[in-house]
């Protein structure tokens, strides 16, 4: 399974951005979908998740600015980043977890987008 993230770029502090994750290949059912951050010099982190039936977790840090949505039809899962913050800055990467159709599961990372927020 193929993950193709987009939307990434350059903000401005208090801007936001809408990043896209898109699954293909062989897939059955998709249980959770996420997003992760990694900023330079950190480890990588858990910014959201939302699992089939909707529901979701989020970082404290982003909960109130960030809003994760998937669209089961698409395979795809977006991320809503409203009132950006400088430490917001990162590449985010987008991870799904599932079964694919042999059943075999699959736990599958996209290749990352930039996100710089500017003061």
């Known amino acids: 399974v193929q993950l193709q993230a987009s939307g990434g770029g350059l903000v401005q502090a208090g801007g936001c951005l809408r990043l896209?994750?898109?699954?293909?290949?062989?897939?059955?059912?998709?249980?959770?979908m996420g997003w992760y951050r990694q900023a330079p010099g950190k480890e990588r982190e858990l910014v959201a998740k939302?699992?089939?039936?909707?529901?979701?977790n989020y970082a404290d840090s982003v909960k109130g600015r960030f809003t994760i949505s998937r669209d089961n039809a698409k395979n795809t899962v977006y991320l809503q980043m409203n009132s950006l913050k400088p430490e917001d800055t990162a590449v985010y990467y987008c991870?799904?977890?599932?079964?694919?159709?042999?059943?075999?599961?699959?736990?599958?990372w996209g290749q990352g987008t930039l996100v710089t927020v500017s003061s």
């Open positions: 896209s994750c898109t699954a293909s290949g062989s897939i059955l059912k998709i249980n959770s």
């Open positions: 991870n799904n977890g599932g079964l694919q159709r042999s059943l075999r599961p699959f736990d599958s």
């Open positions: 939302i699992r089939s039936g909707g529901t979701t």
